[in-house]
Structure formats: structure tokens, C-alpha cells
């Protein structure tokens, strides 16, 4: 009789050494986004990280965690990975930004079926270069290999991150008031929201990606769509430690309508002029291309605005300076006024959209 034969993880579809080289490969990428309380060295069962060394007196710790959606899969099927992992990073940070909170660290998790090496370094590259943008730590994460998890070529991305404010500082929405005016930020486009409807129509409509945009012939379509989210912590948190802002919105799944309701008070509904701001030609295709009426076009997609910036009328000019210089386009875009809580969007011909029934179940 032969003898039994004898298994190893790397039969079963795991390669224990990939992983390892993926981490002596990601190293530097960690290093590179070192910051006051993070050596942002791997290979330890936990990052560090030393809070007291960033200076706050008296913290609170936010914390935050999203993927990057149905974009990952037009990623893996366009071999476009270079901007994903800033996507990753710009959903957890500017969520942690509209509370008024610096973020510190970034943790990761990708998974695949399996490993390869050169995808998962271009898009752990782009997750520190997210994390570069945000002023945060990359301090550990987790590379999986799950075999039979995953079709050949799939990936999955999860990214987990942290901040803190000062207690006094912290933004919850109790500081706005009816008068208070709403700046918006500009969108870089898409974003990492709505992806699963831009793919259905590149599906139905049969839209040649690899080919120059019908909105802008110097623009391949793909770049345009795969454009990574904006990262808006370093324009904002100076005007936010300042004390000029009063609330923020993130402007993500359930658009303009429900994400900028989530930071106003009971008493005070916003109403925000669509005709403020010139509508991005690639968000006009998306609409032309759908037929999609305008209530859902402020409800599935940022509409051209990534962030929207609630401040006192007397701060308007300093806030608006200030966000300029650092680069941002900035629009008045709406005011709020005492009614229901929720958001209103008008045009010039009609009603693109309201609701007046927000309630803390859409936080979910």
C-alpha cells in the first residue's frame, strides 16, 4: 500500500508565502503615512496607536467603516484598481469629518479567492495614498485568501477608521438653526455611491468604456466613472476647529435628500436650490441616458455635490474664503429654515424632490 498523502494549506488554494511577501511589499506604503501617534509599522496582532501624543485634552474617539460598493466590481472588470483604495479611505474619513472629528488610523481587510499579489499592492497603494490625503494612519489590516469565496478575479474591500475631536467641538446637529446658510462642495464625480445602477446602464445601453465620453471627447468614459471620491479633511477640519461650522453632510447613498436632513435639528428643514450649481456633464449623461426623474437623481446620486457645509450667515465669507484656498469649489446652494426635519430639493421648473418624514431609521 502507498502512503497516505499528505495535504498542505497551499493545496487547499492558500498560499501562506503570498501573503507574507504582500505584507514585506506594503511596508514602506504603511510608513509613508505615519503621523503624531502612529509609527504605522506592520506585523503585530494590532496597530498602536498613542492618542496622547496627537495632543488632545479632553477627546472623544469617532469611529467609522464602509466599503467602496459595486464600484470594486467595474474596477475588477476595467483592471482600473489605482483608485479604489481611495474611495475605501474618502467613505470612512469624510464620515468622520462631518462629526467634527480629525481621523487618525485606518485599518483595512481584503479578500479575494485568490491572492494576487500585483492587484492587491495597487490597491493597498491607493488606500495609503487615501490615507496620505486624509492625514491618517494605515496602522495594520488583514489580507484574506478564502478559497471558493470568491469568483477568480473578485476582491472585496472593508476599511475601519478613527478620529477624534475635542469634546466641545464635536458636531451633532444641535448647533443648527433656521437662517443658517448651506454651502456646497464639489464632487470629483460619482464618487462610491449609485455604482449599481451605472453599471446596469452600461449594461443596457451598451456603452463602449474604453471609449471618449459622448459628454467630453477628451475623457475616456471609464476614467470618468472610476474617478476616486473626494477627500475633504484637510480643506475642512481647520474651519470646523475654528468653530465657523455648524454641521456637515457627506453626501452618499440617498443623495442630496437624505444625507443632509441626518445633521439638522427637529425644528429645521433644508431646502436646497438645484439651479445653484452647474449639473456635472457626466451626472446630465447619467440622467439622459436613464431617463431618471430628478427626485431620484437627488436621491441615488451626489448631483455634483460631495459635501454640504451648514454655517452661521456671518461666516459665510470666511468659511467660503477658506474652503477656496484649499482648493475646493464652493457653492451657496440652500438655507435652513424652521419646519420638519428633513430636505427639500427645488429647480428652477419644478420640485426635484422633499421629504419631511426623516427619522433616525436612515442613519441604517
Known sequence: MSDPESYTYAQAGVSIEAGNALVRAIAPLARSTRRPGADADLGGFGGVFDLKATGYKDPLLVAANDGVGTKLKLAI???RHEGVGIDLV?????????QGAEPLFFLDYYASGKLDQ???QTVIASIAEGCRQAG??????ETAEMPGMYSDGDYDLAGFCVGAV?????????KVAPGDVILGLASAGVHSNGFSLVRRLAADKGWKLDRPALFDQEVILIDALMAPTKIYVK???PSVQAGLVKGLAHITGGGLLENIP???????HATVDADAWEQPRLMAFLQAQGNIEPEEMARTFNCGIGMAVIVAPENVTAVTQALQAAGETVFSIGAVSEGQRGCTVK????????RGDWTATHNQ
Open 136 to 141: 491618517c494612519a494605515l496602522i495594520g489590516g
Open 118 to 120: 500585483q492587484v492587491a
Open 347 to 354: 429647480g428652477s421648473d419644478e420640485t426635484w424632490g422633499g
Open 166 to 174: 475635542e469634546r466641545e467641538n464635536l458636531l451633532d446637529g444641535s
Open 90 to 98: 474618502a467613505m470612512c474619513a469624510n464620515d468622520l469629518i462631518v
Open 77 to 79: 472588470e476595467s483592471g
Open 235 to 237: 480643506s475642512l477640519l
Open 262 to 268: 441626518r445633521v439638522l435639528p427637529a425644528n429645521c
